[in-house]
């Protein structure tokens, strides 16, 4: 074939940075050929681009809704220009070649982003001719070459060669990378039409209706982690929404955070925002192993970690208030890997950097106060969705079924000892006090050794039982569990109910004199 011009055809929503490489290409040899607002940011930046109805013969139509959608740009993209049968195509209908597609799409994401925009509003920003123009050049990487990302501009000019292209290598990543643009760019408009209602003729949006019908995610590789749970396992983090983990996480000292940090990080924080006093969280394996409230940060901490030393020793630390100077000398008195924490005193950071390998983590509260509304689990051949259990009976609704009724004291206990047994693994048993947890049972088969496990752990950290709360994830099936937090001095306790043996278990209660309330709610966590 006849050497040609090379050519380049702009037509990008992200202008950065545009102008200064389209400069550039002009300079390596390059003529451009663009539509719309980019053809006018070009010429105001003093170049000289050719506009697409000039190579189509055909002007824009419906408002700008057509401009690339015509066989002289596509036929382009597409020719297999190593096939004299394609060539002679392109000469016959006078279609020159292109050799770089630098497209980006409409901001949808960003239109939707705003809750005034209405639904005509955010389909005017479905973009149409530039995803096919991404995916026509992507699927030609091995004769062009397509970008959707400004951050590629300078490794294309590092690059590409006389005749117009890089390497092979480079066009295939940039084709990889082109067809993540244009998923995650469908996927956000799948899943907003999937809030679209019709009404009275008209079409709004609405809140999300159950659980999807399809559940789509993009993901993308953000950073690698050292290893998995066990050394032998990869692992990394793959950032959804555009979000890494510096959008929410801020890491002021220490190692780089493992696979395990993370997971036991998002248990600890979790568990200590559902608390609304100054409070201190301290995870093990996922299972809270001390909880404590007080209006001082550091008696909170002392008092949480009294609950089990022993697990608390590397153990990760969670706190719902900003960290000041005697909370971080006091966390920093025995081993642990991770503090987190809304925000730290500078004298806290100060005192942290003592011991620089352990990772201080500033954390960001979710806007919504809960974060992601669905929890996944991966099965050999498929997904298992639910919804979060973010969800808690206020107690006003719970319902009192024994004969005697709670102090205040006992409300508070029963109150902190409910709030908590969600985030513990069941078969899950907390005996709790107004001030937090005393005696935490996580995880068993059975139910009344998760309660006598709670029971040992206070007896071993000098924690009297005796006046606490007790709460259970789930409905006792026996009277049993009744008798033995009985034995140990409990007055008052909190499960969901709903067996068919809560007659019996009411009984206990009663000939025990303990208080026993019914949330009517289970708290599994498997």
């Known amino acids: 074939m006849d050497h040609v011009e090379k050519c380049a055809l702009i037509s990008v929503s992200d202008k950065t940075g545009i102008a200064e490489f389209a400069g550039q290409l002009v300079a390596k040899g390059f003529s451009i050929i663009s539509s719309g607002g980019t053809h006018q940011h070009l010429k105001n930046a003093g170049l000289s681009p050719r506009k697409v109805s000039e190579r189509t013969g055909f002007p824009e139509i419906l408002d700008g809704r057509v401009k690339t959608l015509h066989p002289a740009i596509h036929g382009a993209l597409l020719a297999k220009y190593e096939m004299p049968s394609h060539q002679e195509a392109l000469k016959q209908h006078g279609i020159g070649r292109i050799h770089l597609v630098v497209v980006n799409l409409y901001p949808f994401a960003k239109t939707i982003a705003n809750p005034e925009v209405t639904v005509a509003d955010a389909i005017e920003q479905?973009?149409?001719?530039?995803?096919?123009?991404?995916?026509?050049?992507?699927?030609?990487?091995?004769?062009?070459?397509?970008?959707?990302?400004?951050?590629?501009?300078?490794?294309?000019?590092?690059?590409?060669?006389?005749?117009?292209?890089?390497?092979?290598?480079?066009?295939?990543?940039?084709?990889?990378?082109?067809?993540?643009?244009?998923?995650?760019?469908?996927?956000?408009?799948?899943?907003?039409?999937?809030?679209?209602?019709?009404?009275?003729?008209?079409?709004?949006?609405?809140?999300?209706?159950?659980?999807?019908?399809?559940?789509?995610?993009?993901?993308?590789?953000?950073?690698?982690?050292?290893?998995?749970?066990?050394?032998?396992?990869?692992?990394?983090?793959?950032?959804?929404?555009?979000?890494?983990?510096?959008?929410?996480?801020?890491?002021?000292?220490?190692?780089?955070?493992?696979?395990?940090?993370?997971?036991?990080?998002?248990?600890?924080?979790?568990?200590?925002?559902?608390?609304?006093?100054?409070?201190?969280?301290?995870?093990?394996?996922?299972n809270p192993c001390g909880v404590a409230s007080h209006s001082n940060l550091e008696t909170a901490f002392r008092r949480a970690r009294q609950v089990d030393s022993v697990s608390s020793f590397g153990g990760i630390i969670a706190f719902n208030r900003q960290v000041n100077l005697g909370t971080a000398v006091a966390v920093m008195e025995q081993f642990v890997e991770l503090v987190i924490a809304p925000s730290f005193a500078a004298d806290a950071l100060k005192a942290f950097r003592k011991k620089k390998n352990v990772r201080v983590l500033e954390l960001k509260k979710p806007e919504n106060g809960k974060g992601p509304v669905l929890d996944l689990k991966r099965l050999d051949h498929g997904l298992l969705i639910q919804e979060r259990d973010d969800l808690s009976v206020p107690f006003s609704e719970w319902k009192c079924v024994s004969k005697r009724v709670p102090t205040e004291e006992e409300v508070a206990a029963l109150k902190c000892a409910w709030t908590l047994v969600k985030h513990v693994k069941s078969n899950a048993i907390v005996y709790a006090d107004a001030a937090g947890a005393v005696g935490i049972g996580a995880g068993q088969m059975s139910r009344v050794d998760s309660a006598k496990i709670a029971i040992s752990k206070a007896v071993e950290a000098g924690l009297e039982i005796g006046g606490t709360a007790m709460a259970s994830d789930a409905f006792f099936p026996f009277r049993d569990s009744i008798d033995e937090a009985a034995k140990a001095g409990v007055t008052a306790v909190v499960e969901p109910g709903g067996s068919v043996r809560d007659e019996e278990v009411i009984e206990a209660a009663n000939e025990h004199g303990i208080v026993l309330f019914f949330t009517g709610m289970r708290h599994f966590k498997h």
């Open 126 to 286: 479905i973009d149409i001719g530039g995803p096919t123009m991404v995916r026509a050049t992507a699927k030609n990487f091995q004769n062009l070459t397509i970008l959707t990302d400004p951050q590629d501009y300078a490794a294309f000019l590092d690059q590409v060669s006389g005749d117009g292209l890089p390497p092979l290598a480079f066009r295939l990543a940039m084709a990889r990378k082109a067809f993540h643009h244009t998923f995650a760019y469908d996927m956000k408009i799948a899943d907003y039409l999937d809030t679209v209602i019709e009404t009275e003729d008209q079409l709004k949006r609405g809140p999300a209706q159950g659980l999807p019908t399809t559940y789509r995610f993009s993901a993308t590789l953000a950073e690698e982690m050292r290893y998995g749970e066990n050394p032998h396992q990869r692992a990394a983090f793959y950032s959804m929404n555009d979000l890494d983990l510096e959008s929410y996480v801020v890491q002021h000292q220490g190692k780089q955070l493992s696979f395990n940090n993370l997971v036991d990080m998002e248990a600890a924080w979790r568990c200590a925002l559902d608390f609304e006093n100054p409070t201190a969280v301290i995870v093990k394996h996922t």
